[in-house]
């Protein structure tokens, strides 16, 4: 913490942020996020990156990310033939879909480079789906700003563990896959190359709509849902009101734009 006091005597109308590869209880009090390390571009790695971001949440450190792809690629991605190529590009697009449901958004790694065209070239699918989540993130935003508003205001967190806000479901305690973006989504990141479907756990207690199909689904059970590489599994509870903003391309584009209030009924 004696960089953020320090950056704050220096600069006092200026707040601090530090990127940190280490982290201790306390550090979301000196202008710190914390990153997962250098984790390989495995698909274990990817999975087992939800339970890391679940459990740094659970320490009270809201501001966790993590570089999107691993940041360390196996050597037949680097230089890849026509097969994984096609799996390098899959396991990057499902990371980035999760990524954009993390409290930091970010893409980081050694060769082969992170930029979405440097993915796959304009035009083409994955291109349109990284480019969709990247929109969908910025639409966000107000959302995102609320919860980030609690974590300051209320101490809260922003990538919940499911047992926090359905402590009474003991289903949810054995659950390290799936997870809360705020009070409104449940997040479920797909982890396994080609996979089309998924299961999900609906936690009891609330109806839960999905989010690209509006379909309601009531809590309490398993579901299994088309998972096509274009959608993650994503649910919002009902109930949930979500503010949402215009298409932008950076946080400071339009400060006064309208905010639209998309409203999860509870029937």
């Known amino acids: 913490c004696g960089v953020y006091h320090g950056n704050l005597r220096f600069r006092p109308h200026r707040r601090v942020f530090i990127l940190s590869r280490s982290g201790f209880?306390?550090?979301?009090?000196c202008g710190a996020a914390v990153w997962s390390g250098d984790v390989a571009s495995r698909w274990a790695d990817l999975k087992n990156q939800i339970a890391a971001g679940i459990s740094y949440s659970i320490s009270g450190l809201p501001n966790w990310t993590m570089d999107i792809g691993g940041y360390d690629p196996e050597s037949r991605y680097v230089h890849p033939d026509a097969a994984n190529r096609a799996e390098w590009r899959e396991l990057y697009t499902r990371w980035f879909?999760?990524?954009?449901?993390?409290?930091?958004?970010?893409?980081?790694?050694?060769?082969?480079?992170r930029e979405i065209y440097n993915i796959s070239p304009p035009g083409t699918k994955i291109y349109d789906i990284l480019a969709s989540y990247d929109r969908l993130r910025y639409r966000l935003?107000?959302?995102?700003?609320?919860l980030a508003g609690d974590t300051w205001l209320r101490n809260g967190t922003i990538m919940q563990a499911l047992e926090m806000d359905f402590p009474h479901d003991p289903r949810v305690r054995s659950i390290a896959t799936e997870y809360m973006f705020g009070p409104a989504f449940l997040v479920s990141p797909v982890y396994h190359y080609r996979?089309?479907?998924?299961?999900?756990y609906l936690p009891a207690g609330t109806p839960w709509y999905d989010f690209f199909t509006n379909r309601m689904y009531r809590g309490g059970r398993r579901v299994t849902v088309a998972a096509p590489l274009a959608q993650m599994p994503l649910f919002v509870r009902a109930g949930a009101i979500v503010p949402t903003g215009p298409a932008i391309q950076y946080t400071g584009e339009r400060p006064g734009a309208p905010i639209t209030l998309e409203v999860y009924d509870r029937a």
């Not at 209880?25 to 009090?29: E, N, V």
């Not at 935003?141 to 609320?146: A, F, Q, S, W």
């Not at 996979?195 to 999900?200: D, F, G, I, L, P």
């Open 25 to 29: 209880a306390g550090l979301q009090r």
């Open 97 to 113: 879909e999760f990524g954009a449901f993390c409290p930091i958004f970010r893409s980081h790694g050694q060769p082969p480079f």
């Open 141 to 146: 935003m107000p959302y995102i700003y609320t």
């Open 195 to 200: 996979a089309r479907s998924w299961t999900v």
